[in-house]
C-alpha cells in the first residue's frame, strides 16, 4: 500500500523568510505523480504545485518550488519569502493509476499546518 | 457560481436522520469524487465516479450511500449515521481519471458535519 508520510505537524516562519516542508512516500511504481496542496483557515484545498516522477527537473510556481528526490522517495516544498496568506495546511499527495482500474488515485499525508508570523 | 460547490456548509444531524450532501461542479469534469477529513487523520478516499460510473468504494459503511445523476452532480445520502462520522466532508472532480493521469483535483469547500 502507498503511504505519505509529512514529518512536521505544525510548523511556523516569520515573513519574508523561507520555510520548508518535509514529505517521503512508500511505493513500488516507478510512474506516478506528486502533488502538494494548500487549505487554508476558510477550508477551501487548493493546488499549490505538482511533478511528474518522470522529470528529473524540480517543479516550481513562483514562490514555491519543491526538491523531488526519487531514489530516496522525498518530495519536500520549499516556500520563499513566505507572506502571511501562505498560512494553511499543507497536504503532500501521492497519485497513482489503481491496476486494472478506470482511475488515478490520490492518497494524501497528514498535513502540516504552518503559520506565517508577522 | 464557479469551481465546485458544496451544500450544505454545515450540518447537525442526529443518529437517526436521513440527510444528504450535495455537490456540483461547474469546471466540465467527468469524474467526482467523495473524501472525509477527520482532525490529525489524512483524507480519506470514499467513492469515485467516473462519467457517472461508480469505479470505487473504498469499504465505506452503507450508511453512507452516494448518487451521481450526471457528470456535474454528486450527492452523499446519509442515515443512521454514528457520531464518529463526525468530519468535514470534501468533494471533488477531475477533468478525467481514467486519462493520461496526473489531472488536478479541484475541491469544494466542504460540508462540516456533526452527528449527535
Known amino acids: 500500500a502507498q503511504t505519505v508520510t509529512q514529518s ?12 520548508t516542508l518535509s514529505c ?28 511528474e516522477a518522470y522529470k528529473q527537473q524540480n517543479a516550481t510556481e513562483n514562490r514555491f518550488s519543491v526538491n523531488f528526490q526519487k531514489a530516496a522517495k522525498s518530495f519536500s516544498l520549499k516556500i520563499s519569502d513566505s507572506q502571511l496568506g501562505d498560512t494553511a495546511m499543507y497536504f503532500c499527495a501521492f497519485m497513482r493509476r489503481v ?7 490520490l492518497t494524501f499525508g497528514k498535513g502540516t499546518l504552518l503559520t506565517v508570523n508577522p | 457560481e464557479t469551481g ?20 456540483e461542479q461547474h469546471l466540465g469534469h467527468n469524474a467526482m469524487y467523495w ?35 450526471n457528470s456535474s452532480h ?6 443512521t449515521l454514528q457520531p464518529e462520522d463526525s468530519a468535514l466532508y ?17 475541491f469544494g469547500p466542504g460540508t462540516r458535519l456533526t452527528v449527535l
Open chain 1, 8 to 19: 512536521q505537524p505544525e510548523m511556523s516562519v516569520q515573513e519574508a523568510e523561507t520555510v
Open chain 1, 24 to 51: 517521503t512516500y512508500d511505493t513500488s511504481e516507478n510512474n506516478y505523480y506528486l502533488f502538494w496542496y494548500k487549505q487554508p483557515p476558510s477550508r477551501q484545498m487548493i493546488l499549490v504545485i505538482r511533478q
Open chain 1, 99 to 105: 491496476w486494472g482500474g478506470s482511475n488515478y488515485k
Open chain 2, 4 to 23: 465546485v460547490t458544496q451544500t450544505p456548509r454545515h450540518l447537525v444531524m442526529g443518529m437517526t436522520n436521513k440527510k444528504s450532501l450535495k455537490c
Open chain 2, 35 to 69: 473524501y472525509k477529513q477527520s482532525a490529525k487523520k489524512p483524507l480519506e478516499l470514499m467513492f469515485v465516479y467516473n462519467f457517472k460510473e461508480q469505479t470505487e468504494n473504498n469499504s465505506v459503511p452503507s450508511r453512507f450511500s452516494p448518487e451521481c445523476p
Open chain 2, 74 to 79: 454528486l450527492f452523499l445520502h446519509l442515515h
Open chain 2, 90 to 106: 470534501l468533494c471533488a472532480s477531475s477533468r478525467d481519471p481514467g486519462g493520461s493521469g496526473g489531472d488536478e483535483q479541484f
